[in-house]
């Protein structure tokens, strides 16, 4: 799980942004029918068109948020033959606290796996995310983290 170990944030220009991303790696191929999960009923080179949700669970300590809930978090998949970068944003998300607050919270996001080309970002796609420094109300906090 990647970790965030200095971000840091001023009054006057806002918080500093990193970007993580997480391979999906096939993560659910390397078995001959394990697609028969997701409504599949053929080996998984045959299986184009898949059943379910797949969630993305993001969680972000005091003085790190998603800033950009809605664009700051998609799972993305390079074209290998082409090179192009190509986009997939969530259908449907949402947080367990106030997006605006800076306090613990995780971020759901529900990406729907019969939407056209799912299997392949499945299959080589990263999911991405950025998290954002922001300042707790609590003045005691430091603004470095």
């Not at 790696?25 to 184009?48: E, F, I, R």
């Amino acid at each position: 799980m990647p970790t965030v170990s200095d971000l840091s944030y001023t009054d006057s220009t806002g918080g500093e942004t990193a970007q993580f991303s997480i391979d999906l790696n096939s993560l659910l191929s390397t078995k001959p029918h394990v697609y028969q999960l997701l409504g599949c009923n053929q080996p998984n080179a045959d299986c184009d068109t898949l059943m379910g949700w797949l969630r993305a669970k993001v969680i972000a300590k005091t003085n790190l948020i998603v800033e950009n809930p809605t664009s700051q978090s998609f799972i993305r998949k390079i074209n290998p033959n082409t090179n192009d970068t190509v986009f997939k944003f969530a259908n449907w998300w949402h947080s367990t606290f106030d997006t605006t607050s800076c306090t613990d919270r995780e971020y759901y996001y529900y990406f729907n796996l019969a939407d056209s080309a799912m299997r392949n970002y499945l299959d080589s796609g990263q999911f991405v995310f950025n998290l954002t420094a922001c300042c707790s109300s609590d003045d005691s906090l430091l603004h470095t983290l």
